[in-house]
């Protein structure tokens, strides 16, 4: 089954403990990205990946790090969590970026206490 | 930023009725796309429309865009209890810094009662 599959989905923690949000796609898509969805801001993007070893900012950037080393995974670093960073988090993949629809994972809830 | 209005903000039909959901945006798009997320899960692509189409058919979804007024309008005919869900839509712009960034609007509650 064509999924994007982000872990974990629920997690707790307190501020500055380094954290990684997994995502993982297994339709060989070339794009990658994530967004955070909060209360009356909607969802904005955070980083994307056009391809392995290509990142770049989105519009909310600052206290997270990407990487992508495999096609198929582009996992979230939170290296000092705080409380502002609490968020719900999609992690969503397509085949090109341009003109493709985006398959989302089902979302991962932090809350930095 | 979000560039996206979504007009209503919340709808409440009965099975069976029509539901329209309406959309602005400010910039020039390569297109346009609408997700729906159920209750605290991930979104889900309904359909998209590029820059240069004016109607699109998925279903019993009918979406229209208008560029010249920046706008779009998605309808959800015999409308279900199932359908009950947020229906967002979502612009990739023509150009900018961003590639393939969906910039979102706030989002339309729609909820359909049996």
């Known amino acids: 089954e064509a999924q994007v599959t982000q872990n974990p989905r629920y997690l707790i923690t307190v501020t500055g403990k380094k954290l990684t949000v997994t995502c993982s796609q297994n339709?060989?898509?070339?794009?990658m990205s994530w967004y955070r969805q909060d209360p009356g801001l909607g969802l904005r993007q955070i980083y994307y990946?056009?391809?392995?070893?290509?990142?770049d900012k989105g519009d909310v950037p600052e206290g997270y790090k990407v990487s992508r080393k495999e096609k198929r995974n582009f996992p979230l670093i939170l290296e000092s969590p705080s409380p502002n960073q609490t968020s719900l988090y999609f992690c969503?993949?397509?085949?090109?970026?341009?003109?493709?629809?985006?398959?989302f994972g089902d979302g991962t809830r932090l809350s930095i206490l | 930023s979000q560039q996206g209005e979504e007009d209503p903000q919340a709808l409440s039909i009965q099975e069976g009725e029509n539901a329209t959901m309406n959309c602005s945006y400010k910039?020039?798009?390569?297109?346009l796309q609408w997700y729906r997320q159920n209750s605290g899960r991930g979104l889900v692509h309904l359909i998209l429309?590029?820059?240069?189409?004016r109607e699109k058919h998925s279903g019993r979804l009918r979406v229209t865009l208008d560029t010249s007024k920046k706008s779009s309008s998605l309808l959800i005919t015999a409308s279900r209890a199932a359908d009950t869900a947020s229906y967002f839509c979502?612009?990739?712009?023509?150009?900018?810094?961003?590639?393939?960034?969906?910039?979102f609007g706030q989002g339309t509650i729609l909820t359909v009662h049996p």
């Open positions: 969503a993949s397509s085949l090109s970026g341009d003109n493709q629809p985006q398959h």
């Open positions: 339709m060989n898509h070339e794009y």
């Open positions: 429309i590029r820059s240069n189409e």
């Open positions: 910039t020039s798009i390569n297109n």
């Open positions: 979502a612009t990739v712009a023509l150009w900018g810094t961003s590639y393939g960034k969906l910039t």
């Open positions: 990946s056009m391809n392995v070893e290509v990142t």
